[in-house]
């Protein structure tokens, strides 16, 4: 199985004025210009969201997951980009499924977790913690966030302020614990709870209603969650998606970031209780709604 570990470095050199200097001011055409990164959603199979990511002076385009080929083969067409990658979060059927049609169609690059090698189709680049992915203008971070699945992995884009995180984290919600534990889940959580607070959040699929309703069992006088289900609800009455979401909404409405909350903790009988222990026991009652 081809393994491929990216390591780049870059270093920044910056020249330093003496002390008690005025600073120094640019000319306008000096300054550097950010690079901007186009996102396109759209959603697709029964409730999956496929993402294109596209760096516009490299040409390159990324498919985060690929879980209809066809749909994103029409996007493609549609907007006029040659998709480059494939970014595999897990190994999940209806995040890999496309895998193999999308390569063959497009000669695309695909890249996915290393602890889930053998199971992502097509897979040329096996990543895994702190690895750097170069894409055009941006480097994209690996995090490795097992629970899911055992070697589930997010992509975090600094630059652009947004991470993709597949199926660890929902807005209002989290994943499924299939093959981790609740304990290893937690400290998943917790790496994209360290984020920047403005980091946009795509997820791998439009559950916000259903997470919302059951929030509101465990936080119920949260009012910033009361407010948000009452705004799900008209998106989700014309059609319109939920996400991306941004960390800090979910810091704020999100029961499985916040175990910590004496509220919850309460209305669970947990006062005392670890922060994983009191997590396990919002996802064993979220299974159970």
Request: hydrophobic share 40%; proline share 8%.
């Amino acid at each position: 199985m081809p393994q491929f570990k990216p390591l780049w470095q870059v270093r920044c050199h910056h020249e330093m004025a003496p002390l008690g200097s005025p600073p120094r001011t640019l000319p306008h055409e000096s300054y550097p210009r950010m690079p901007k990164l186009e996102i396109e959603q759209f959603p697709c199979l029964s409730d999956n969201y496929a993402v294109l990511i596209h760096d516009a002076e490299s040409g390159l385009t990324a498919s985060i997951d690929a879980p209809d080929a066809k749909a994103i083969l029409e996007r493609l067409d549609a907007k006029g980009w040659r998709l480059t990658h494939v970014l595999n979060t897990h190994h999940h059927g209806d995040h890999t499924g496309g895998n193999q049609r999308l390569k063959e169609a497009t000669g695309c690059t695909i890249i996915g977790p290393l602890a889930e090698a053998d199971r992502i189709p097509g897979i040329d680049v096996a990543v895994s913690e702190g690895d750097e992915i170069p894409f055009g203008a941006f480097k994209i971070k690996v995090i490795e966030t097992p629970g899911h699945t055992v070697g589930h992995v997010a992509y975090w884009i600094h630059e652009a302020r947004v991470a993709f995180v597949g199926d660890t984290l929902f807005a209002m919600g989290a994943g499924r614990i299939f093959e981790g534990n609740a304990e290893m889940m937690w400290k998943s959580l917790k790496k994209l709870m360290a984020l920047p607070r403005d980091t946009e959040i795509y997820c791998g699929h439009e559950y916000t209603a259903a997470n919302a309703r059951f929030a509101l069992t465990v936080d119920p006088e949260n009012a910033a969650l009361q407010n948000r289900a009452k705004e799900v609800d008209q998106l989700r009455d014309k059609n319109k998606p939920t996400l991306p979401t941004r960390l800090d909404r979910e810091l704020e409405t999100n029961p499985f970031l916040r175990p910590h909350v004496t509220a919850i903790r309460a209305i669970l009988g947990m006062p005392y209780a670890p922060d994983w222990k009191v997590f396990a026991a919002i996802r064993e009652r979220k299974n159970k709604s």
